[in-house]
């Protein structure tokens, strides 16, 4: 199972609702140690239907694009750490540096690296306008008018006193990102990530998906069908609104880690864990798995948006990886367990 690396790509319903994959308690944040630490000499997994499309009956396949949620941010930090590389940008850069418009008392505090650690404490007004107004999931303005409108509020704590998993930390990145390069952010992330590491099949989620035939389509139920998906603005990007494959993910692993891509120092970066009991780095997790040859250290990265849940975790000194893709609703909990168990019968 090794590829560099271990894929699993799965448009899947689980059948059997209480099989022993699903996880009663244990928060997912805090999941990573205890599931590391448990022994586990075999897989069992329960029959899974892989459907791509509940209405035609289309089985999914590894080039089936999913909606990958919060993966995005560990895109969005291999393109920033390039920037930075460049000069163009600086990881301690409060908010107010480099978006001139925005509020100086607050944005003057709140650093880029703080906001993609989640802990700028930024208030999330996105949320409860969007309740308020679900037409926003089609706005059209711009990230600088997002951030003035949803991330402008007062601090909620003080910056980098404890972890927040807001959208709005998302949105003044690409505010940033967009001023400092004077480019739209899509461009700005293929232009480093997506291209270089060619991934054809990767790129910010349109919900319609233009009626493309290689989608597959986010399920709460896929028996009667019942769809879940909806529209984001161009401005959640960051936060989560790309769209990827199970074989784009896997190049994008290997390329992040393992090749010239980032420099080691930049590596190191995206690594170094901010809050600890979170397992947090910047845009992303990092796991500390046990195996037959000691510890070994993983980034464990997952998205979680509508109907789509997504799992890509790569040991970093073994050039393993696993994808899974999930448009069925299935718990993030389970999903990791069964990476989890992936890379343990690889070991085995």
Same mark, same amino acid.
């Given at each position: ?36 630490? =448990? ?63 925005? =509020? ?103 919900? /319609?998906? /233009? ?73 992303? =997790?990092?796991? =500390? ?16 948006? /509508? ?42």
């Amino acid at each position: 199972m090794k590829e560099e690396a271990a894929s699993r790509c799965c448009g899947v319903d689980p059948v059997g609702q209480a099989d022993e994959l699903h996880v009663s308690v244990m928060k997912v944040r805090n999941e990573l140690d205890e599931l590391a630490n =448990r022994s586990a000499k075999s897989v069992q997994f329960p029959n899974y239907k892989r459907v791509a499309d509940a209405e035609t009956g289309r089985a999914a396949s590894a080039r089936d694009r999913y909606v990958i949620a919060s993966i995005s941010k560990w895109l969005t930090v291999a393109a920033i750490l390039q920037l930075v590389e460049q000069g163009v940008m600086s990881l301690g850069a409060s908010v107010a540096d480099t978006l001139p418009g925005f =509020r100086k008392d607050a944005g003057g505090r709140v650093t880029l690296r703080q906001l993609l650690s989640n802990t700028s404490g930024v208030p999330n007004l996105y949320g409860p306008a969007v309740e308020a107004d679900p037409t926003l999931k089609r706005s059209t303005m711009t990230a600088a008018e997002a951030a003035s409108l949803f991330c402008s509020g007062e601090l909620i704590f003080e910056p980098g006193a404890r972890f927040d998993y807001a959208i709005t930390n998302w949105i003044l990145v690409v505010a940033m990102v967009e001023a400092a390069t004077g480019k739209p952010f899509e461009r700005v992330v293929d232009d480093l990530v997506v291209t270089p590491l060619r991934l054809p099949d990767t790129d910010v989620a349109k919900f /319609d998906f /233009d009626g493309r035939p290689d989608t597959a389509k986010a399920y709460s139920s896929i028996s009667p069908p019942v769809l879940k998906m909806s529209p984001r603005p161009a401005f959640l990007a960051a936060a989560g609104g790309y769209s990827s494959t199970a074989n784009d993910l896997l190049r994008a692993a290997s390329g992040v880690f393992d090749t010239p891509l980032l420099t080691p120092q930049s590596r190191a970066e995206m690594l170094k864990i901010t809050t600890p009991d979170q397992h947090y780095a910047i845009g992303g =997790r990092v796991a =500390r798995l046990a195996t037959p040859g000691g510890t070994r250290l993983a980034a464990w990265e997952t998205g979680r948006t /509508d109907g789509y849940r997504s799992v890509l975790a790569h040991v970093l000194d073994q050039r393993r990886t696993v994808v899974l893709l999930n448009n069925t609703d299935m718990s993030q909990q389970s999903m990791d367990r069964i990476a989890l168990r992936l890379l343990r019968a690889d070991w085995a």
